[in-house]
């Protein structure tokens, strides 16, 4: 089974620029989350959507950050405009269900960095 | 509030070698989840063991065990005969009980040594 999809895997802008993510999860899989992953941390939850509807958005910094998953199936991130706290590696994740929310599947991530 | 700490930001291992890996966490819930999480340099994230907080049997799989004490909140990995391939960041993480949230810790970088 085809495993997560993610592009670009790198990217590199400077600061007040935009970027966007793409996500491709695993067929079938309802539920898709996108991560934050500062150098040096753990991943921190930005989104989780259920089909297309948002189910937790709370730690997304809304002022600069949107996210959409039109159709239930790929997703894009998108940071306008970007500063330069926001270089990490985006994750994406899918999963089946929403509960138990446990068993995702992560993406190789996009790395990206604001200059 | 749930936090993890790993206390061990880099760990080296001799091949064939066995090690341990620390976590501990901070919660007041009563049923939860925890877990390891491989992630090589190519960085996709892999689960390595899933511990449930109701279950007093230690999780195993192949060469990966935990130590799970839950009355000091402590969820420590061992990986015995160590190979190659277990070179990566892992990461402990928690979940509460109906949760839909990860909660990581900072990691630990281990390289196998051949």
């Known amino acids: 089974e085809a495993g997560v999809a993610q592009s670009p895997r790198y990217k590199i802008i400077e600061k007040r620029q935009s970027v966007a993510f793409w996500c491709n999860p695993i067929s079938g899989h309802a539920t898709l989350y996108w991560y934050q992953q500062i150098l040096g941390q753990g991943p921190k939850l930005l989104i989780q959507?259920?089909?297309?509807?948002?189910?937790?958005d709370s730690q997304l910094p809304k002022d600069r950050f949107s996210a959409e998953r039109l159709k239930g199936v790929d997703s894009t991130l998108k940071i306008q405009p970007a500063k330069l706290e926001d270089s990490a590696v985006y994750l994406c994740?899918?999963?089946?269900?929403?509960?138990?929310?446990?068993?995702?599947?992560f993406g190789p991530g996009t790395r990206l960095t604001v200059t | 509030a749930q936090t993890v700490t790993q206390s061990q930001p880099e760990m080296s291992v001799q091949e064939a070698e066995t090690v341990t890996l620390s976590c501990t966490y901070d919660?007041?819930?009563?049923?939860?989840?925890l877990f390891w999480y491989k992630q090589p340099p190519s960085r996709q994230m892999i689960l390595v063991i899933r511990q449930e907080a109701y279950k007093q049997q230690n999780a195993t799989e192949n060469r990966f065990s935990v130590n799970f004490q839950k009355a000091a909140k402590s969820f420590s990995l061992k990986i015995s005969d160590s190979q190659l391939g277990d070179t990566a960041m892992y990461f402990c993480a928690f979940m509460k009980q109906g949760g839909n949230q990860f909660y990581f810790g900072t990691g630990t970088s281990l390289t196998v040594i051949p």
């Open positions: 994740a899918s999963s089946l269900v929403v509960r138990p929310s446990y068993e995702q599947y």
């Open positions: 919660t007041s819930e009563n049923n939860y989840y």
């Open positions: 959507f259920q089909n297309n509807g948002v189910v937790d």
